[in-house]
C-alpha cells in the first residue's frame, strides 16, 4: 500500500482536488431537484468556484514555478504525458465541452440565467483545475528519476582548434599527437562506439584538422569502416550566430527519422557559442545531454569523465524561472533596507466586496467602494492617475445610466450614451492598466480588457457576458493582489 501510494500521490491527489473543483456544480443540481429557478442557488454556485479559483491559485500555482499558459497549452491538445497528464487533459476536455453547450444554451434563450451562471462556473472551474493540474506536473517532474548515461545510435558534437598534444600515457600509445582537447572526444566515442549508427560534427574553418583527428579516433576504436558513411560534417563560424543556427537547423532535420531517446549530444567542445546552441538542440523528451567534468579534466592523473543530463523543455523553464524568482528575491531583500512597507489589505478589501456588488447587480455602490479603493492605492502608490482615470470612469458611467434611462425611445440620445460608456470603461482600462504593472497583478488588465470589449460588444447580448466575466476577474484581481508594498525613498514601489 506505501509503495503503492508514493508512485500514484501525485495523480491521486490531482483526482480528489479535480472531484472537489466539481461539487461547485451542486447548487445547480440541488435547483434542478427543487425545480428551483431562483438565482440564489445559481450565485451560490459561483460564489463556491470563484473562492476555490482564489484558493487553488493561492495554495498551488502560486507555489510552483512553472509558468500556467505555456503548461496548459501543451495540456489541452493532449501532449503532456503520464497520468497526471491523462487526468488533467480528460477534466479540462469535460469543462470546455460543458462551457461550449452552456453557451450553445445562452444563444438559443434557453433558461438564459441557469446557463450564463453555469458557463461562467465551468470557466472558472477549468482555471482552477489548471492552477492544481501544473502544481502536481511541476512536483512530478522534480521527482522523475534520471536513466544515467546510455550508449545512443546518434551522437552529435562541436570539434575544438586542436591544441598542444596529450600528455596521458593512455592516449599517447593510441594516438601520440593527439591533442589534449581531443581526449574527451575519444572518451565520448569510446562509450558510444558499440550502438554507434551515426555521428554529426560541427567545425570551424580553423579547426579542420580537427577532422583527422577525429578519423584516427574512430579508427583506433575499429569503427571507422562500420559508419564512416554516415559521418556527416557541418562546417560554420563558431563566433558567428546565425551560421551555428544554419548548421544546427541541419542537423535537426536530418536526425528526424531518429527517436529523441536514441540522440546524445555532447556540449562541451567548441566555442562558448556551440555549447548553448547545442543544448538547445538537446531540448527535446529523452535527448541525452553529456559534458565533461571540468575538475577531472584538470588533474592529469585522471582520464576525462563524462556525464550526462536530462533536460526537457518544461526543466529549462523550471530552472529560468525559479532563477528569475530568485534574483527577484534578492533585489526585493535590498530594496527593503531602504524602504517603508505598506499595507494593501483595505483597498484590496473594498474593491473586492465592490466587485462582488457588480456581480451581484447592486452596480452604484459597488462602483462607489471601488472608486474608494482607487483613491486608497493613488495615494499610497504615489499614482495620481489611477484614480484620476477611476474618478472619470465613475462620472461617465453615472452620466450613461442616466442619459440611458431618459432615452430609451430616442435612437440618437441611445447611441450618445453609449459613447459616454465606452468612453467610461476606457477611463477603467487605463486605471486598471496602471494597477496591473505597479501591483504585478495581471489579473487587473485582463479584466480591464473584458469589461472594455464586453461594453463595446454590449450592443449584441454576448458583450454582457463579457462584462460579467470581467467583474469577476476584477473581485478575484482584488482578493488575490499583493497585502503589502515597499516603498523606498525615491518613492518608487516595490510589491513583496
Not at 493561492?58 to 487526468?87: D, H, N
Not at 483545475?129 to 512536483?139: A, L, N, P, S, W
Not at 556527416?232 to 531518429?258: G, R
Not at 524561472?321 to 528575491?329: E, M, Q, V
Request: charged residues 20%; proline residues 3%; glycine residues 6%.
Amino acid at each position: 500500500m506505501g509503495k503503492w501510494f508514493k508512485k500514484y500521490k501525485y495523480p491521486a491527489s490531482l483526482t480528489g482536488f479535480v472531484i472537489i473543483v466539481f461539487l461547485s456544480y451542486i447548487p445547480f443540481i440541488i435547483a434542478k431537484s427543487l425545480k428551483d429557478n431562483s438565482t440564489i442557488l445559481f450565485g451560490l454556485s459561483l460564489v463556491i468556484s470563484s473562492i476555490m479559483l482564489v484558493l487553488y491559485y493561492q495554495c498551488f500555482y502560486k507555489r510552483t514555478a512553472k509558468e500556467f499558459s505555456g503548461v496548459l497549452r501543451y495540456l489541452l491538445i493532449g501532449e503532456v504525458g503520464g497520468l497526471i497528464g491523462l487526468i488533467g487533459f480528460l477534466s479540462e476536455f469535460v469543462l470546455s465541452n460543458l462551457l461550449a453547450e452552456y453557451i450553445k444554451n445562452m444563444i438559443a434563450n434557453d433558461s438564459l440565467i441557469k446557463n450564463a451562471g453555469l458557463a461562467i462556473t465551468t470557466f472558472l472551474n477549468m482555471f482552477s483545475v489548471g492552477f492544481v493540474f501544473v502544481y502536481f506536473f511541476d512536483k512530478q517532474l522534480q521527482i522523475r528519476p534520471s536513466k544515467g548515461r546510455e550508449p545512443k545510435p546518434v551522437l552529435i558534437f562541436g570539434l575544438s582548434i586542436p591544441n598542444k598534444p596529450t600528455e596521458r600515457d593512455k592516449y599517447k600509445n593510441i594516438i601520440s599527437d593527439l591533442p589534449q582537447n581531443y581526449e574527451p572526444i575519444y572518451e565520448l566515442l569510446e562509450f558510444h562506439k558499440n550502438t554507434l549508427k551515426e555521428i554529426h560534427v560541427l567545425y570551424s574553418n580553423e579547426g579542420k584538422k580537427g577532422l583527422e583527428y577525429l578519423d584516427k579516433i574512430l579508427i583506433s576504436l575499429g569503427i571507422y569502416h562500420k559508419i564512416k558513411d554516415n559521418i556527416y560534417k557541418y562546417e560554420c563560424d563558431f563566433d558567428d550566430e546565425n551560421s551555428m543556427k544554419e548548421q544546427i537547423a541541419e542537423i535537426s532535420t536530418k536526425i528526424k527519422k531518429y527517436e529523441d531517446e536514441d540522440i546524445s549530444i555532447y556540449i562541451s567542445s567548441g566555442t562558448s557559442l556551440v555549447s548553448p546552441l547545442l543544448t538547445l538542440l538537446g531540448l527535446e523528451k529523452d535527448r541525452q545531454i553529456e559534458y565533461v567534468n571540468q575538475k577531472e579534466l584538470k588533474d592529469p592523473t585522471k582520464l576525462p569523465e563524462i556525464k550526462a543530463i536530462e533536460i526537457s523543455k518544461d526543466d529549462a523553464l523550471l530552472f529560468l524561472k525559479t532563477l528569475a524568482l530568485k534574483w527577484s528575491k534578492l533585489k526585493k531583500e535590498e530594496v527593503k533596507m531602504n524602504s517603508q512597507k505598506l499595507d494593501l489589505n483595505t483597498p484590496n478589501m473594498l474593491g473586492g466586496i465592490g466587485g462582488i456588488l457588480l456581480i451581484l447587480g447592486l452596480g452604484p455602490v459597488g462602483l462607489v467602494l471601488i472608486l474608494i479603493a482607487f483613491h486608497q492605492y493613488s495615494q499610497m502608490l504615489n499614482k495620481p492617475s489611477i484614480f484620476k482615470d477611476g474618478l472619470t470612469w465613475g462620472i461617465s458611467s453615472f452620466v450613461a445610466i442616466i442619459l440611458f434611462i431618459f432615452s430609451i425611445a430616442f435612437v440618437p440620445m441611445l447611441l450618445f450614451a453609449y459613447g459616454v460608456l465606452i468612453f467610461a470603461v476606457i477611463n477603467l482600462k487605463k486605471a486598471l492598466t496602471e494597477l496591473s504593472i505597479t501591483l504585478n497583478q495581471n489579473l487587473f488588465d485582463m479584466s480591464g480588457k473584458f469589461i472594455f470589449w464586453g461594453t463595446v460588444l454590449s450592443i449584441i447580448l454576448i458583450g454582457l457576458l463579457g462584462i460579467f466575466i470581467g467583474n469577476i476577474l476584477l473581485t478575484i484581481a482584488f482578493f488575490t493582489a499583493p497585502k503589502e508594498i515597499q516603498l523606498n525613498n525615491a518613492g518608487e514601489t516595490s510589491v513583496m
